[in-house]
């Protein structure tokens, strides 16, 4: 396959930190990306280029290119972390190994991205994916699925038979609602508003409490007497999500993995963390990819695509939007909020 | 020695929890302690009764009398937690080899109190102190000298070179100090007056801020930055102490042992949890006797014991006041604030 000198791609406008914070939400990709020409990467020592078939939008990727994630932009380089696509060229034995399979792969903070034709990532850390796996699952492989695998590995560890979710509708929050079915954990799913509800009963949530119900903080804590949940999984860390921290039982942890609301949160019992042994802590995926051996990252993987591939978990696209018309299209179909955009070269 | 019917106690006049949240300063006890008369109690299996010979005055204590501490009260029941005294009569194979003995003893909560002439504890807290230790060093032996020792050994197993503590011209802060410096840990104590400043420093604190200063939070961040403190250990849970955790480096410990301030902090950086892996928890001694091996136990106790009596610790006593002018007396003593108040039947 010849490659070309050039490539399309979604360009980063900003650079470094915005020092901003308004939260994932987007109305417009105009202040953050440009779509636009830019050289084809070349991979450096260990490295391989992967042709794109298919990228996916994460609540991180927004957060990166407004310049509110953990890791600095770099002015110019393509946006997006993850996709799945096929290796074209690389250095090393395990790029020679990889080259002309389809793979999954997490790469863009360091320069090249995953909105673009093609992109540069480390070998190391492709993973090979299976033909029974649909791109679909395949492009959003590794940072939702193995954070919900890994974030519910904790709540299976702690002991506890039940857990809180905050904003369960996202796609974390559906495929989290089936492992806990099967698990036989009671997974007590937050959401802002009922038209999930019962999707996500159906896929594997025992308790659907919603924020605009009167009964809400009633319902609440009657669960959290029956039910004694010690884990909430939390992507919001606004003062629901505190409140949600203060109503549970001795000894609840809660892990914050995300921040989509800018409110402060205000601690009301900090006495609780005294007589109550409760915690806060913070939950990432690219900690956790650090910390783990190769034998846990292998299995979780495994396990991963086990689960995709049998159908037990699937992802739900609601728009796949061709990178030429994502300035246009992308805020839109992100609004609808009820399922993962994909962008496709 | 013959044991009286009645005995000379300060009696709580408040039921449970109060639901209040005023803090632990108090400008009266009137409110909540009588100075009367009670029946002398009568110790049950495994206990023993002590005579009491010197009471101290914690914050624990103005807590649970107000009705804020983490136990309810017991309306005419003795106050106080903690003291020293003499075992006069008691029941069980541990008891008849107390007998005689001066010990060291924290009770109160179930009904019996330091704050009178007599107390029933269960005989197994008991701590046997030997000729060489003064009773004003025995009768906050426990509290306060074990709460510090125990978090001290929290800064040290975590690895950290250098810990930040709030509210540090408290006992326990100055206890700290000469720990700190014995293990070459360098102590960053923050007072909210200069007054005991240069005092804090001879007794062992490194780096001493004042809150007024204005130049606080440049020092705090400076200090952040050279001794990379990555443990706070923190009275008062106000929004100081939640700034000072958000200026503190990367997988920082926000260790919350009481709550001091009524106000309720705000997290500004939820996101540090995420990216920083910061962490908040609770401290309570309780929960460590509970937790700790009886060797952990002793060992501890033993090395308490020793420190006071080589003098590398004191109490420092602002007043020793009699039960009977203790309603009097008492708030004023404890608005000095540079010391330990004593109580004597």
Not at 56 to 75: A, C, H, M, T, W
């Amino acid at each position: 396959m010849t490659v070309p000198e050039t490539m399309n791609a979604l360009i980063l406008k900003g650079h470094g930190l915005s020092g901003s914070r308004s939260g994932a939400a987007i109305d417009t990709l105009e202040p953050y990306l440009d779509y636009g020409k830019l050289p084809v990467p070349r991979p450096g020592p260990g490295e391989v280029l992967v042709k794109v078939r298919m990228a996916s939008v994460n609540p991180s990727d927004l957060y990166f290119i407004k310049g509110e994630y953990g890791q600095p932009r770099v002015k110019g380089a393509a946006a997006g972390f993850e996709g799945v696509g096929q290796v074209i060229a690389g250095n090393g034995l395990y790029a020679a190994y990889l080259k002309g399979k389809r793979v999954a792969f997490v790469g863009g903070a360091a320069g090249s991205g995953a909105w673009a034709e093609y992109i540069v990532v480390s070998a190391a850390t492709c993973v090979v994916i299976r033909p029974a796996m649909r791109d679909e699952d395949a492009a959003g492989h590794v940072v939702n699925p193995v954070t919900a695998w890994t974030m519910f590995d904790i709540v299976e560890k702690s002991g506890s038979k039940s857990f809180i979710f905050t904003a369960a509708n996202s796609q974390l929050g559906k495929l989290i609602a089936g492992l806990a079915r099967d698990k036989n954990c009671a997974m007590i799913a937050i959401i802002r508003n009922e038209s999930q509800a019962a999707h996500l009963e159906e896929l594997g949530a025992k308790h659907v409490l919603v924020q605009s119900d009167p009964e809400f903080g009633a319902k609440l804590a009657a669960l959290c007497k029956t039910d004694k949940p010690r884990i909430l999984l939390d992507a919001v860390a606004n003062q629901v999500a505190a409140d949600i921290f203060t109503a549970m039982p001795a000894r609840a942890r809660w892990i914050i993995y995300g921040k989509l609301d800018t409110e402060e949160p205000s601690l009301r019992e900090p006495g609780q963390f005294i007589f109550m042994d409760k915690k806060i802590e913070g939950y990432w995926l690219a900690q956790w990819f650090k910390r783990a051996s190769i034998i846990e990252k292998l299995r979780t993987l495994r396990a991963v695509q086990n689960r995709f591939i049998s159908g037990k978990w699937r992802t739900e696209v609601v728009a796949t939007i061709p990178l030429s018309e994502a300035l246009v299209k992308l805020p839109a179909a992100l609004r609808t909020g009820d399922g993962k955009v994909m962008l496709t070269p």
